[in-house]
């Protein structure tokens, strides 16, 4: 397995979450990695991304302010820590692995994808 989400669960609206990713060392050193989600019906959508070397952050505008992207390199993981979430942030959260030192808002621009984590914000 390239890549390995976990951290999802049920969370009432404003609790936090915290979401990992493991990645293998060949796919994760030198690349920019992001945090995608999915909801029912709806098309998968950019959530955060972070540069390889973790001096560049991006957010969607939905997620400023609220989740934090970071990365550890020396341990191949990437994590988001969402707060404040809302019950629109139900989703299926994926890592990806972009092809190049930064992290793209685009899905294409990313070639390796996780298996998902499902995120349920109850109202």
């Known amino acids: 397995v390239q890549l390995q989400a976990s951290g999802g669960g049920l969370v009432q609206a404003g609790g936090s979450l915290r979401l990992s990713c493991a990645a293998s060392?060949?796919?994760?050193?030198?690349?920019?990695m992001g945090w995608f989600r999915q909801a029912p019906g709806k098309e998968r959508e950019f959530v955060a991304g972070?540069?390889?070397?973790?001096?560049?952050?991006d957010y969607a505008d939905s997620a400023k302010g609220r989740f934090t992207i970071s990365r550890d390199n020396a341990k191949n993981t990437v994590a988001l820590q969402m707060n404040s979430l809302k019950p629109e942030d139900t989703a299926v959260y994926y890592c990806?692995?972009?092809?190049?030192?930064?992290?793209?808002?685009?899905?294409?621009?990313?070639?390796?994808w996780g298996q998902g984590t499902l995120v349920t914000v109850s109202s």
């Open positions: 972070i540069s390889w070397n973790g001096g560049y952050t």
């Open positions: 060392r060949r796919i994760f050193s030198n690349n920019g």
């Open positions: 990806a692995a972009a092809r190049s030192a930064v992290a793209s808002h685009i899905a294409r621009g990313y070639n390796y």
